[in-house]
């Protein structure tokens, strides 16, 4: 992969090249430099309701492959731990479930549901044990609507990068959200994580792609905001559509919200709706495909609705665009490609970022 530079000024920018999606080093640099560095999703906080409980997971397998596993403890509190012994390196939790303390089944060293190391045998003699490094390594953790984030090594913290959104839908109860198990989904795309997501940055291919959504959508006064590591696009209702009502003093008191669109650095999305949020982590499993997580939360007297066969549809005609793309970029005859500054805004404001950390 050539060295790249997205400029800072929309209409003199190029977008990505071709290269940067099908490049491993491209890929290697996003693993280490954004991965890594940034949040990714790790679950529901339900999922460990009860304290005792503990839940082993691989974050972002078949990419980062790092084996953590949450707990809650007895006190109350939640961690998101490394779940190799720090004795030879055995996977620790094998499984869900409650316990009481974390006992190793290679040579039955024990830990707390904290991570701290509690008790070994036959270590009598060993000098110096146990220190600091016989505890389990934490991972950085946090909670946004009952959701888990986790971050190997964060270069900004999750409340800074999320504080836009928080800010902007105050008034929402955003601790009431119900999860809708039954409206998980999981969608398989055979593209690039980046083409989902420059996918998704835009509303310039709704009236394209999109016909249901365009009905319901004043496309005309469509907007984009920038923020340091998070973007929003406002969607407007067409007449006699379902929308928000900002409360008085609040600056979109009056507008005809249909659904905000919040993204933030790299890869997660919450469209917020009037029945509630459906939220998105869009996965890498390799280059060249990727897994999309659909989690619906419902805010309180929003009953489960039809809403998702929308989010299905419209998720079925972005991902057969994306698919096209992925086959696109494949070419000797295209590089890349410019933007529109009106509609393009969040899609360069991505690549900007990517940029930051990646063709250097
Ligand atoms: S690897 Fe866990 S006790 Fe030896
Ligand atoms: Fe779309």
């Known amino acids: 992969m050539k060295k790249f530079n997205i400029h800072q000024d929309i209409r003199k920018a190029t977008t990505l090249p071709a290269s940067f999606y099908r490049s491993a080093t491209a890929f290697e640099q996003v693993k280490e430099n954004i991965f890594t560095r940034f949040w990714q999703y790790a679950g529901d906080k339900n999922e460990i309701a009860k304290a005792g409980e503990v839940k082993p997971f691989t974050l972002l397998p078949g990419v980062l492959n790092e084996p953590l596993f949450l707990s809650h403890d007895r006190k109350g509190q939640f961690h998101c731990l490394s779940n190799v012994c720090t004795h ?10 409650e316990q009481r303390l974390l006992s190793c089944r290679y040579h039955g060293r024990c830990f707390g549901l904290d991570g701290k190391f509690r008790s070994m045998p036959a270590f009598e003699e060993t000098e110096n044990f146990p220190s600091e490094a016989d505890h389990l390594p934490a991972v950085s953790l946090e909670t946004f609507m009952n959701l888990f984030f986790v971050s190997l090594n964060p270069l900004v ?12 839908l105050s008034w929402l109860p955003f601790d009431q959200l119900r999860h809708e198990p039954k409206a998980n989904a999981d969608y398989h795309v055979k593209a690039n994580w980046a083409l989902y997501v420059d996918n998704y940055l835009e509303g310039f291919h709704i009236p394209f792609v999109h016909p249901g959504l365009n009905e319901a959508l004043e496309l005309e006064e469509y907007d984009y905001e920038i923020f340091p590591y998070c973007n929003l696009q406002v969607g407007i209702a067409n007449e006699g559509e379902l929308c928000f009502h900002p409360p008085e003093g609040h600056m979109d008191h009056g507008k005809k919200v249909l659904a905000y669109y919040w993204w933030l650095f790299p890869n997660l999305m919450f469209n917020l709706y009037p029945w509630g949020v459906s939220f998105n982590s869009i996965e890498a499993l390799n280059s060249q495909e990727t897994m999309v997580r659909f989690r619906s939360y419902y805010f309180p007297d929003s009953p489960y609705q ?14 057969s665009v994306v698919e096209s793309v992925q086959l696109g970029i494949q070419s000797r005859l295209y590089n890349s490609g410019r933007f529109s500054p009106s509609m393009e805004r969040g899609v360069h404001h991505f690549q900007r970022l990517i940029n930051r950390f990646v063709g250097k």
């Not at 998702?308 to 419209?314: A, D, G, M, R, S």
């Open 88 to 97: 030879r390196g055995k996977i620790l939790v094998e499984e869900a479930g």
């Open 157 to 168: 913290s999750f409340s800074e990068m999320i504080q836009p959104i928080k800010e902007r």
């Open 306 to 319: 039809e809403e998702n066969k929308t989010l299905h549809q419209t998720e079925l005609e972005d991902e």
